[in-house]
């Protein structure tokens, strides 16, 4: 296919794209490819759009050299050529750029592909988030595996949206598809796990959508939108709740917000939620059985994603299919810090592995678009443990929480007992089972004044939540917090339990599930879980240091269906089970095991408006009274997978 408009250079001694010049990147002798560009390649879809395209191919003395190279592809909303924050080391904070991305592959013999999604930057056609990937990534490669360069045989790679194009492409199994790297993304099931949670809607599909607007084509090519845009005041929307349709922080972007507000509005899991794209479950079998990787992070958005699809797919799948959890925020995988707790320097994957993402995706294609040794031998599960560290202050004035990475057959860990802490009406967490009759706790429910988000699960948050582990405890940089700045305990909306001081180390691993027996007032409401390691008093934490690891949500009208949803009578007793994210932690002897119960966390999710209106749409509301009973015929419980000491 023709190029709309081509460029092509030459690049050596490192002079592409503020590349050093200083010394040659590489030498002509030493055996490795130099690189070229054909930028702006016109790709056309089956609907005829077409997405732009930067293809780097092998070179020497300037020019692509003839052969059949294998090929690694990227498709991605953020630019083609334009460098991605994330693409830096724990040896070099600086990213790198595109081209310098490229190189590190182009120079060992592949031919490597940046892409525009359809919408983005240089590429036509109108971007619908998440739904036009798979169709688009199925033409991309049909095309590639057609070139006179290409050998027939891609990888894929990408973090974020870039592992969402590459989960949605796997899913039509494209001819030729061997390997993949992916990064942080790849929806598993969407409704459960990056838009919907539990029923609840994550708002960081507005702070996303909002913060991509400001790079939208529209917002590029017109000063007076852009400017519009950037007047807005997101603390301010958020704390003018509910909204309509028309009337919103992202109303000057109408496609944005259309896709916005079908996410929102579209509670129940029907056609809509099983679209290729944002369903990958439902894909499972005939996904494509190529070798791959799924990372990700403990405070990631997307690690259920990460144990869902591993979970599915080992099973599925030839493989090798391999997962790799460390304790980082979204993409921070060379970060050894998340939030305001410190893992130490080797939490980070360079850490682990002696090595740099983009050297380990290099060995991971070349084992398998090569057939070279390398991590292809690893096990199957590599886990970041997090805790055991001093409990200090670090001089960056973050916790030292510590951890160590261990290897596992499979996940969920084969030997995890899952053992169920009762809630007690004194506040204690205990393995013993109520055995009498205790009067429920409740509580008043003020939708107008939500918990405050303080760190976890969350990604594309700013400006108004941060991901990663923090005290939790209110201060003036948390949204929504409100002098005198409390711990989050003191709040009566909030039931805390926990377990007494332990009297050894107990690590727990795995996914977190609540089985609670919940009423309400009203027709509708959320509960949330927390889970947290609570630190006792020290000299640098007077106080102590409460610790989020893991929470969950559940709106109860999807109590029994996701599908079905139906309405509470007002007083009636219900079982909910709240599914917490997956997390990994060593709680140290002395500490406690905590849990708290809720019923928001804002602006992490929408907050529910306790009235039993269409999601999204009501502009009313009120305190609901929620209950949660502890006696011995409704004992309610959270499921620890509790891991065995190791010898």
């Known amino acids: 296919m023709s190029a709309a408009s081509t460029r092509r250079w030459f690049v050596q001694a490192g002079a592409l794209l503020g590349l050093s010049t200083s010394a040659p990147a590489f030498a002509a002798d030493d055996g490795l490819y130099e690189v070229a560009?054909?930028?702006?390649?016109?790709?056309?879809?089956?609907?005829?759009?077409?997405?732009?395209?930067?293809i780097y191919r092998p070179a020497r003395a300037g020019k692509p050299i003839p052969g059949r190279f294998p090929t690694i592809l990227e498709r991605t909303p953020y630019g083609r050529n334009v460098t991605y924050a994330r693409d830096f080391t724990a040896a070099d904070a600086k990213p790198k750029t595109r081209a310098q991305v490229a190189e590190v592959y182009v120079r060992h013999?592949?031919?490597?592909?940046?892409?525009?999604?359809?919408?983005?930057?240089?590429?036509?056609?109108?971007?619908?988030?998440?739904?036009?990937?798979?169709?688009?990534?199925?033409?991309?490669?049909?095309?590639?595996?057609?070139?006179?360069?290409?050998?027939?045989?891609?990888?894929?790679?990408?973090?974020?949206?870039?592992?969402?194009?590459?989960?949605?492409?796997?899913?039509?199994?494209?001819?030729?598809?061997?390997?993949?790297?992916?990064?942080?993304?790849?929806?598993?099931?969407?409704?459960?796990?990056?838009?919907?949670?539990?029923?609840?809607?994550?708002?960081?599909?507005?702070?996303?959508?909002?913060?991509?607007?400001?790079?939208?084509?529209?917002?590029?090519?017109?000063?007076?939108?852009?400017?519009?845009?950037?007047?807005?005041d997101l603390k301010a929307w958020f704390a003018s709740m509910p909204w309509k349709r028309g009337h919103s922080p992202i109303s000057l972007l109408p496609d944005y917000e259309s896709y916005v507000y079908d996410q929102w509005e579209h509670g129940r899991f029907d056609g809509f939620w099983k679209q290729l794209g944002i369903y990958g479950q439902g894909y499972y079998?005939?996904?494509?059985?190529?070798?791959?990787?799924?990372?990700?992070?403990?405070?990631?958005?997307?690690?259920?994603?990460?144990?869902?699809?591993?979970?599915?797919?080992?099973?599925?799948?030839?493989?090798?299919?391999r997962l790799i959890m460390g304790p980082w925020t979204h993409g921070a995988r060379s970060t050894p810090f998340s939030g305001d707790i410190d893992f130490g320097p080797g939490s980070t994957l360079d850490a682990d592995t002696g090595s740099s993402i983009f050297e380990q995706r290099l060995r991971w294609y070349d084992r398998h678009l090569k057939q070279t040794s390398g991590m292809g031998e690893d096990p199957p599960v590599r886990l970041f443990i997090m805790g055991g560290g001093?409990?200090?202050?670090?001089?960056?004035?973050?916790?030292?929480?510590?951890?160590?990475?261990?290897?596992?057959?499979?996940?969920?860990?084969?030997?995890?007992?899952?053992?169920?802490?009762?809630?007690?009406?004194?506040?204690?967490?205990?393995?013993?089972?109520?055995?009498?009759?205790?009067?429920?706790?409740?509580?008043?429910?003020?939708?107008?004044?939500?918990?405050p988000t303080i760190g976890g699960t969350?990604?594309?948050?700013?400006?108004?939540?941060?991901?990663?582990?923090?005290?939790?405890?209110?201060?003036?940089?948390?949204?929504?917090?409100?002098?005198?700045?409390?711990?989050?305990?003191?709040?009566?909306?909030?039931?805390?339990?926990?377990?007494?001081?332990?009297?050894?180390?107990?690590?727990?691993?795995?996914?977190?599930?609540?089985?609670?027996?919940?009423?309400?007032?009203?027709?509708?409401?959320?509960?949330?879980?927390?889970?947290?390691?609570?630190?006792?008093?020290?000299?640098?934490?007077?106080?102590?240091?409460?610790?989020n690891l893991t929470d969950g949500i559940l709106r109860c009208r999807y109590r029994d269906s996701w599908a079905a949803?139906?309405?509470?009578?007002?007083?009636?007793?219900y079982p909910i089970k709240i599914e917490a994210f997956p997390t990994a932690n060593l709680f140290k002897a002395g500490h406690r095991i905590r849990l708290d119960i809720s019923s928001s966390n804002f602006p992490h999710f929408d907050v529910n408006p306790n009235t039993g209106d269409p999601e999204g749409v009501g502009l009313s509301r009120r305190v609901a009274k929620n209950t949660v009973y502890l006696d011995a015929s409704r004992p309610s419980h959270v499921v620890l997978p509790v891991v065995p000491r190791r010898a």
Request: with cysteine.
């Open 565 to 573: 949803p139906s309405m509470m009578t007002p007083g009636q007793a």
């Open 390 to 451: 001093s409990g200090r202050k670090t001089p960056e004035g973050r916790l030292d929480h510590g951890g160590r990475w261990r290897s596992e057959r499979d996940w969920p860990i084969p030997d995890a007992a899952l053992t169920p802490h009762y809630l007690r009406p004194d506040g204690g967490l205990s393995i013993a089972k109520p055995t009498a009759d205790v009067r429920p706790i409740s509580y008043d429910f003020d939708p107008n004044h939500p918990v």
């Open 109 to 232: 013999g592949y031919v490597v592909i940046f892409q525009d999604c359809r919408g983005c930057h240089d590429s036509e056609g109108e971007f619908i988030k998440y739904l036009s990937e798979g169709q688009d990534g199925f033409d991309t490669a049909a095309w590639l595996i057609r070139q006179p360069w290409s050998n027939g045989q891609f990888a894929t790679m990408g973090l974020s949206y870039a592992a969402h194009t590459q989960g949605a492409l796997a899913c039509l199994n494209p001819p030729g598809l061997k390997a993949m790297y992916v990064d942080c993304g790849a929806f598993s099931n969407a409704y459960q796990d990056g838009i919907r949670q539990g029923g609840a809607f994550e708002l960081k599909q507005v702070t996303w959508a909002y913060n991509l607007g400001l790079e939208s084509p529209e917002a590029v090519k017109s000063p007076r939108l852009m400017a519009a845009l950037k007047a807005i």
């Open 458 to 547: 969350v990604t594309s948050g700013e400006p108004l939540m941060r991901p990663g582990g923090f005290d939790q405890r209110e201060g003036p940089k948390v949204y929504g917090a409100r002098p005198p700045y409390l711990p989050l305990e003191a709040r009566p909306d909030i039931l805390v339990f926990q377990t007494e001081p332990l009297k050894e180390d107990m690590e727990v691993a795995g996914a977190i599930v609540a089985n609670l027996w919940i009423s309400s007032d009203g027709p509708d409401t959320d509960f949330t879980l927390k889970l947290i390691d609570l630190y006792p008093p020290s000299e640098d934490y007077p106080e102590g240091y409460a610790l």
């Open 285 to 321: 079998p005939q996904y494509a059985d190529a070798a791959m990787v799924h990372l990700s992070g403990w405070y990631d958005a997307y690690s259920r994603t990460a144990t869902d699809n591993y979970i599915g797919l080992s099973k599925l799948k030839r493989g090798p299919v």
């Open 37 to 54: 560009l054909d930028s702006n390649v016109g790709v056309k879809t089956r609907d005829g759009v077409r997405l732009a395209t930067d």
